[in-house]
């Protein structure tokens, strides 16, 4: 075994897949470059009685990310699953380019020239809130995401805690299974992978039109989907499922609908 970098020797990542259903095929094919863009993720659940408060005051936010020459936060409602009611995205770039002095220069202007000063904001902020969490994350090329955010109206999150030494394997099953989808005709997984914050180590985010086309089957045969499955480096459709919970301590999914 090879411990430079934490990592297994290939032909030992090669026999630990094969092993567990993902095939030799996905390691050896060339991986796509690691998510480079840097995300801020907040789950927020609303006080009892005050999700649309809360909706209001983060919509009445958005001009303040105008005025600060930020990228607007791209969100979304539950509407089943875990106990959070928002999901909030919110483009970064990296911390330096984020917390630069220009840039810090510019939001400190934004703010005391905003309609709702920080302090106030924060203030019924807190009143609308009684859980919130923090998890910042590594993710595909913003143009890609908001693409995809734009052209959606329901959202499917799989957010998960890898088992001890999992995390890369995690992360390459979530490729793989992205890849699976895709071939059939379906919308990517996109791979958001922790840098800090909450305990969660990986979530991936699937954008659809709506209910319908989520809940929709694609219209392929046996032998289409096997294929897939082997193109996308599993060895059949029923193992993809199985094969990720060897990977996973703890596993939630979220549905939800797109804020108008």
Known sequence: MDRRNGRLAKPAI????AALGLGTAAAAAQEPPDPAYLYKTTFLRAAPGKLLDLIAL???RMAFYDSAGDERPLWWRHTQGDQWDLMILTPMGGYA???APERLGTRAKAARTAAVPPAEFRSRLDACVSWKEDLFVMGPPLDRVKKAFQ?????HIEIMVALPGKQEELLRERRGESAYQVAMGRPEYMVFVRDQGAGWDIFTLACYRDLAHWAESPHLTKEQREAAAKKAGFSSPEAIGPYMRTLIDMHRDTMGVAIK
Do not use: D, I, P, T
């Open 14 to 17: 090669f026999l630990v897949l």
């Open 58 to 60: 983060l919509k009445e």
């Open 97 to 99: 380019e984020y917390y």
């Open 151 to 155: 052209a959606a109206a329901y959202y």
